[in-house]
Structures are given as structure tokens and as C-alpha cells.
């Protein structure tokens, strides 16, 4: 009789660094549970505009079912380019600079991928989104986390950025506006940052997925700034402003060379995005900025709603400016994110994200998304404040 063997002696050893999305486990609780308001999950409330539906709905009537280009469709991408010229006044050649994707995730991973060598360092500014650490785990590269505070609206200053960055430095992760905080930065902040970068000549990995959902001021796109463009893998995607999340479709913008490794790592594992999202995506650009605005006005009323309420329960709330996420502190409370987090969930069905999952500057945060109805919204404040007047 041959003897058995134990599977996980094979697991690679990075994987055994990486934990389990602590976004992923509360929302497998939402999906089993009864009565919950979920202030958790990043992901808008609304369904894809039907006209977005429709043509995908034509599409596959009209048997548009087959692969396409590797970068994708020419269409798409010279839509995209468009788009950015006419937006932030940055070109790129939709032949060679433009890679559509399988969602940012696919787009971060393949953009970590493409530039880092084993050993090369990767900052990350937390509080950040759960993928990026480990994705620079996956490539081989070694994450160097670097915190925000509140007292400074979780904006990364230069000092900052200055003091961790060592001869193996290769490039820096940011993401504005920001996933969990809902922070943004302005032009002369980014500009601040660009100079660091060109002093230590850097990439930087730019992840613009929120760019749409900006209330006060405008968003600057990082590769518009002076000498930023090839220094620059810009990312974004449909999912939050079109509501497109499960069509799984974005994009990457960079310098040819990048892009092109980029799209060998696509190429040999994804092979292109589906077709009929990029269908989608293309009448979503074409005919979706009247529901994108519509989505826009409502956020910022909800966002009023839900820091106006949680800052009279006593959860000091900084403004958010963009994303739609609060980031309130319950460090008066003494207890943990994860803590508090699961004690409100089982007291009073309300789904918060603990702040640590995104990086030890979060503990003492939770995140609260307010891609939720207004009804919900207040339902959960007073459940919320319900919880923390027992404690």
C-alpha cells in the first residue's frame, strides 16, 4: 500500500505569509444572516444601468463571443484614451499603453509582476486596500508599509514617504481617493510626493479607481503631473462608477515597455478580458455619464448623512472627500476594531469592517461604506448608537 501524503507540505512557503481577506470572512456573515445591515463590503448598491445591460444583452445575441486582442478591444482602448486626454490632459497610445483587464485586482497584480525583482521593496500607504501587500508578497517583492494619521486626513507627506524608502526601494503603491478612508490628495500634495520619486527614482503604481466619486475639489491623475508619466502605472476600472463590479473590467495605463510586460503576464494567464464586458465597458463610456452623475449627487448625500451621525454618537469622523467610505475612530469606546466590529455585528446585526484589516494604522478605525440606501444608512447609525451607549 503506498503511503499517504500530507497536500500542504506543497503549499508554496510565501502563501503561508498571507492571511485570508479580513473583508471576505464578514462578507460570507452578511450572505448566511438574517436581518443585517451591511455597512461592509466595498460595492455600490445600485445595478448596472440598463443601458449598459442591453448591449451586453445585444452582444451576445449578436454572437460577440470570442476572444479578443491581448490589450483588448482597439475600440475600448482608444475610448480610454480618449477619456484621459480630454479628462487630465494625458496621452496615451491606445495601441501600446492602453491594457484592459480583468478588474483592477488583475491590473495590480500584473503591474506588481511586471517590475519587481525578488527582494525589491514596494511602499505601501496604509491604511490601504487588503490586495496590496500581498500581492507584492505573491511577486516576490518585500512590502514596506508606511501609516497616514487622521490629524493629518490620512494624506501621506513627503517626510513620510522619505524615511522608508532604502537602496532597494523600487516603487510606491498609492490610492486616491483612498480605500478604506475615503481620503484624497490635491495637486500640490501629489507634486510634493512626484518630487520624492524623481529623487529616488521610483514607479509608482497609481490606483485611480474612486477618480469618479471626488466631492470637494478635482482629482488629480498622477501620471498628469510634470515628468510622472513614465513613471507611472496608472490603474483603474467601471466597477465603482459605472456599478460593473461583477462584469470584472479595468484598465492599465503606462509606458509601452511596461505595458507590453504587463500583457505577457496577462497574456499567459488571463488572455483577455471577456468580451462582453468590454462591450460594456465601451457603452459605459459612451452613454453613462448621466447615471454616473445621478450616483455621484447620492453618495454625497449619504456621505453627509452617515459622518454627520457617527461624529454625534461620538465616533470622531473625519470628512471623507471621496470613495464611499467613513472611517470613523472608536478608540473611546477601548476596544479593538476587531473587537468592536464583531460585537456590533452579533448585538446588533450591523456589518462594519474592523480598520486593522487594512494595515496597522487602521486598529482603532472601522470602515463604513455608505454605498447604502439613506434608510439603511440611518437604521445602522441608531443601531450603532444603541451599541456604543451600553458600552
Known sequence: MRPQCDPSCFVADHLKKVPPSGIRRFFDIVCEADDVISLGVGEPDYITPWHIRESCIHSIEQGETSYTSNYGLLELREQISELFSKKYNVEYNPESEVLVTTGVSEALDIAIRAIVNPGDEVIVVQPSYVAYVPSIIFAGGVPVTVSTKMSNNF???????????????????LNYPNNPTGATMDKADLEAIADVVVDNDLMVISDEVYDCLTYEGEHTCFSSLEGMRNRTILLNGFSKSYAMTGFRIAYALGDSEIINSMMLIHQYTMLCAP??????????????NDELDKMIREYDRRRNLIVDGLNRIGLECFEPKGAFYAFPSIQSTGMTSS????????DQKVVTIPGDVFGEAGQGFLRCSYAASKDEIQEALERIETFVNKT
Open 275 to 288: 468580451i462582453v464586458a468590454q462591450l460594456g465597458a465601451m457603452e459605459a463610456l459612451r452613454n453613462g
Open 339 to 346: 473587537e468592536f466590529a464583531e460585537n456590533l455585528l452579533d
Open 155 to 173: 494624506k501621506i507627506t513627503p517626510e513620510e514617504l522619505k524615511n522608508v524608502i532604502t537602496e532597494n526601494t523600487k516603487a510606491v503603491v
